[in-house]
């Protein structure tokens, strides 16, 4: 059974960077495309970027292409989003998911069924 645990949250002043980890036990990551989501208080859960099992396919949400940039290294069995010119419109608590499937099409937003618990991300002054 796949388990992620996200990592690296923390609050950070505006213009400040972050980078988020996305680790995964009990299966390889080699197969299963990965999603980060957020959710800021009083708002529905966002879509921020994706990538396909063998990172040939990489999405951003508008709000965050430029900022952010996703990587994986199987190897390590974890996906990493770098966050660089963080605003206040970012805090938000970042999830990682989770889809088995075998890198395909144009898209790797997919109908992620694994999803970690959770890290809080606050930029403020």
């Known amino acids: 059974q796949l388990q992620l645990v996200e990592s690296g949250g923390g609050l950070v002043q505006p213009g400040g960077s972050l980078r988020l980890s996305c680790t995964a036990s009990g299966s390889s990551l080699d197969y299963f495309y990965i999603g980060w989501f957020r959710q800021a208080p009083g708002k529905e859960r966002e879509g921020v970027s994706c990538?396909?099992?063998?990172?040939?396919?990489?999405m951003y949400s508008d709000s965050v292409k430029g900022r952010f940039t996703i990587s994986r290294d199987n190897a390590k069995n974890t996906v990493y989003l770098q966050m660089n010119s963080l605003k206040p419109e970012d805090t938000a608590v970042y999830y990682c998911a989770a889809y088995a499937m075998f890198e395909y099409g144009s898209t790797c937003w997919v109908d992620f069924n694994y999803w970690g618990q959770g890290t809080p991300v606050t930029v403020s002054s």
């Open positions: 990538i396909s099992s063998r990172g040939g396919i990489i």
